[in-house]
């Protein structure tokens, strides 16, 4: 054999490894990623991190919206394949029709620990829920989690929530517009709470969540009908890695410090310092009942549906 013909050889012998190398790995399949930037997406971040999602077998990007109604509107158009967002856009959307399905928990409320409250200026004179009467307040979406409960909790307090205006404001932006006078109150949830209590420049004048209940899926991740009915298998495999990481996260929050503070910009001892977020490691519709109950009885939804039929079924 001369050289030529060597040199022929061991490229062919090459190239035909490289496709049997590439015969026996799975092509990666790609899941595009969407929420916003709280400390509920800290297991996703970890699961990133770890490189957990590569290693079953799905090439993850993560993008972040301002908001759940953002991330919902992503999600039915097509242009994310599955989101994270507060129960009431997904609850709401469900009630209209749209073919929303929860895929994996997310984050907790635990009243006995908020992780989101209802803030005004540390030197406000609004004391009781019957002092928003006529004022704008802000919450990140009308219709969202926040906003509908904020609802809850005044009429709870005797005060009338229809008296009231709401707007529509990103947690970055709420300490800015409560100095300017923009509005007079707003919800905050960690790691922005965190960070504008340790400010001093605002107090808390309720828990608005609590008014619901002290136990609730503030959060999941969700996708279409159609996504899920084509994609099981892919949905299946996110699920279980999100399981896996959140169940991580809720025993070492030390370590995921400086994961959150990177991705959202916030101060590492603010956020140690905050209550951070217990994850629910399985869909209970036992924690998303009280949620479709008081959404119907501010008319978001025409009526109440069973949350077991919310959850798909992965197994």
Known sequence: MNRKQA????AFVAATAGRGLAQTTPALTPVRLASTANDDVTAALYAIQQDAFR?????????????????????????????????????????KGIGFMLVAPSGLYLGSAPDSALVVPAKSPLRTAKDLEGKTISCPALGDLDNLSLRNWIDANGANSKLVQYIEMPGSAVVAELASGHVVAGTL???YLAQALKGGTVRV???????????????????????LGKNAAVVRSFAQVMQAASAYCNTHQAQTVELLASFTKMDPVTIAAMSRTEFATSLDPGLIQP?????????????????RDFIARLA
């Not at 993560?62 to 609850?91: F, H």
């Not at 828990?207 to 159609?226: C, E, K, N, P, V």
């Not at 949620?291 to 949350?307: G, M, N, P, S």
């Open 7 to 10: 040199l022929l050889t061991g």
């Open 55 to 95: 290693k079953a077998g799905l090439d993850v990007t993560l993008s972040t919206l301002n908001s759940g109604s953002a991330i919902s509107s992503a999600v039915a158009g097509g242009a994310v394949d599955i989101g994270r967002s507060s129960m009431l856009p997904l609850i709401a959307a469900r009630g």
């Open 189 to 191: 949830q960690n790691p």
């Open 205 to 227: 004048l309720g828990y608005h969540l609590s008014s619901i209940g002290t136990r609730l899926m503030q959060s999941a991740w969700f996708s279409t009908a159609d996504y």
């Open 291 to 307: 949620l479709i109950d008081v959404a119907a009885k501010y008319k978001v939804i025409e009526a109440r549906f069973e949350a």
